[in-house]
């Protein structure tokens, strides 16, 4: 796989430098500023890439959506008000990527809805990822996929099933795809970090494999790479006692750079004790899972006996109702009984089965 001009080579095939992405996400606090900033200084700690978030709240949010625990956590009380004051416009993103190639890094970013894929890629980014909730999202997959740029896929708080259908999703971007064990929750305890899901996906997956680390720890880089990871995605933030979601689960500039420092001297060392290759969906990553993953979602009130087509349905958060997947086999179904607008579908609001 090749970001810009980097080859991400597999740690099963040889001694690579690990490719450390630093996550700034939402943590600008919705300041064009402050993400430069934070560009600066994720470049200061020798970070490969930085990487962003593209989201539009009302894209995102239906209006069942709820906050997941440590959201709640860091104070937020409101789900929309909450991504609203975080997000930036998406022309705002011009001088942030032309900000990180200035400063010799990539530019990454994560798209949270099928329809601003196509805005994103007509900006300089040089690689998509996708959020871990996502791995079930296929019109945003396909959308990504069809994009022609590298893919990172994310696999927090999903099964081994589930990550392998994705890949088998991604035909056309098998040659440009990185796949990233992860744990869905913020932060994670290091005893909880599940380093065996490197190996379980590599041993399905012949490309590059990775760890989206949630941990507060900087010595999960040494351990990461010595158990297989070749790509590194960590949070960064300009301050961790900052309020916003994210923060406290992020590392600040010196520790970033103990970070980096620690992923490239463990590269081509191997733990004392290997793990067990284990992918698995952790009980502190359930709440993550059905608040952060999407599902059908109606655009509009729709009457009983109504047959579904493509416009009466989006894909939005919570995910409680049908996944994302399901969008082919829905269409055309009628509907069992009256829904109202912005609601997240059910299999019983459907009058046929899907099966």
Same mark, same amino acid.
């Given at each position: 796989?090749?970001?810009?001009?980097?080859?991400?080579?597999?740690?099963?095939?040889?001694?690579?430098?690990?490719?450390?992405?630093?996550?700034?996400?939402?943590?600008?606090?919705?300041?064009?500023?402050?993400?430069?900033?934070?560009?600066?200084?994720?470049?200061?700690?020798?970070?490969?890439?930085?990487?962003?978030?593209? !989201?539009?709240?009302?894209?995102?949010?239906?209006? @069942?959506?709820?906050?997941?625990?440590?959201?709640?956590?860091?104070?937020?009380?409101?789900?929309?008000?909450?991504?609203?004051?975080?997000?930036?416009?998406?022309?705002?993103?011009?001088?942030?990527?032309?900000?990180?190639?200035?400063?010799?890094?990539?530019?990454?970013?994560?798209?949270?809805?099928?329809?601003?894929?196509?805005?994103?890629?007509?900006?300089?980014?040089?690689?998509?990822?996708?959020?871990?909730?996502?791995?079930?999202?296929?019109?945003?997959?396909?959308?990504?996929?069809?994009?022609?740029?590298?893919?990172?896929?994310?696999?927090?708080?999903?099964?081994?099933?589930?990550?392998?259908?994705?890949?088998?999703?991604?035909?056309?971007?098998?040659?440009?795809?990185?796949?990233?064990?992860?744990?869905?929750?913020?932060?994670?305890?290091?005893?909880?970090?599940?380093?065996?899901?490197?190996?379980?996906?590599?041993?399905? !997956?012949?490309?590059?494999?990775?760890?989206?680390?949630?941990?507060?720890?900087?010595?999960?880089?040494?351990?990461?790479?010595?158990?297989?990871?070749?790509?590194?995605?960590?949070? !960064?933030?300009?301050?961790?006692?900052?309020?916003?979601?994210?923060? @406290?689960?992020?590392?600040?500039?010196?520790?970033?750079?103990?970070?980096?420092?620690?992923?490239?001297?463990?590269?081509?060392?191997?733990?004392?004790?290997?793990?067990?290759?284990?992918?698995?969906?952790?009980?502190?990553?359930?709440?993550?899972?059905?608040?952060?993953?999407?599902?059908?979602?109606?655009?509009?009130?729709?009457?009983?006996?109504?047959?579904?087509?493509?416009?009466?349905?989006?894909?939005?958060?919570?995910?409680?109702?049908?996944?994302? !997947?399901?969008?082919?086999?829905?269409?055309?179904?009628?509907?069992?009984?009256?829904?109202?607008?912005?609601?997240?579908?059910?299999?019983?609001?459907?009058?046929?089965?899907?099966?």
């Amino acid at each position: 796989m090749r970001i810009g001009n980097r080859e991400i080579v597999p740690s099963a095939l040889g001694v690579g430098v690990p490719y450390v992405i630093a996550e700034i996400g939402v943590n600008h606090d919705g300041s064009v500023e402050k993400a430069i900033e934070l560009v600066d200084a994720a470049a200061r700690a020798g970070a490969d890439a930085v990487k962003f978030q593209i !989201f539009d709240a009302d894209l995102l949010m239906s209006r @069942a959506s709820k906050l997941a625990a440590y959201q709640k956590s860091a104070g937020e009380t409101d789900p929309l008000a909450m991504l609203r004051r975080l997000q930036l416009p998406l022309e705002s993103m011009r001088p942030i990527i032309d900000r990180a190639h200035a400063q010799g890094v990539h530019a990454i970013v994560t798209v949270f809805s099928e329809s601003l894929v196509a805005p994103a890629a007509a900006l300089a980014w040089d690689a998509f990822k996708t959020a871990s909730p996502d791995i079930i999202h296929l019109p945003l997959l396909r959308a990504l996929e069809a994009s022609g740029k590298p893919l990172i896929l994310s696999t927090g708080a999903s099964t081994l099933d589930e990550v392998w259908q994705a890949i088998a999703w991604l035909p056309r971007a098998r040659q440009r795809l990185a796949v990233l064990q992860c744990v869905s929750s913020y932060p994670t305890p290091l005893a909880s970090a599940e380093l065996g899901g490197i190996a379980a996906i590599a041993g399905m !997956f012949m490309g590059p494999v990775g760890y989206s680390d949630h941990t507060p720890d900087v010595e999960t880089a040494r351990l990461a790479v010595q158990h297989g990871a070749c790509i590194l995605e960590k949070h !960064f933030t300009h301050s961790r006692s900052a309020i916003g979601p994210d923060h @406290a689960a992020s590392l600040e500039e010196s520790d970033l750079a103990q970070y980096v420092a620690l992923a490239r001297a463990a590269a081509g060392t191997r733990p004392a004790e290997p793990l067990v290759a284990e992918k698995r969906v952790l009980p502190i990553e359930e709440d993550v899972r059905r608040v952060s993953r999407q599902s059908l979602v109606t655009t509009r009130a729709l009457a009983p006996g109504e047959r579904l087509i493509r416009g009466d349905l989006t894909c939005k958060r919570p995910g409680t109702g049908i996944p994302p !997947f399901e969008l082919d086999r829905v269409l055309g179904k009628p509907l069992a009984h009256a829904v109202e607008a912005d609601t997240p579908l059910q299999s019983s609001d459907l009058a046929e089965p899907l099966c």
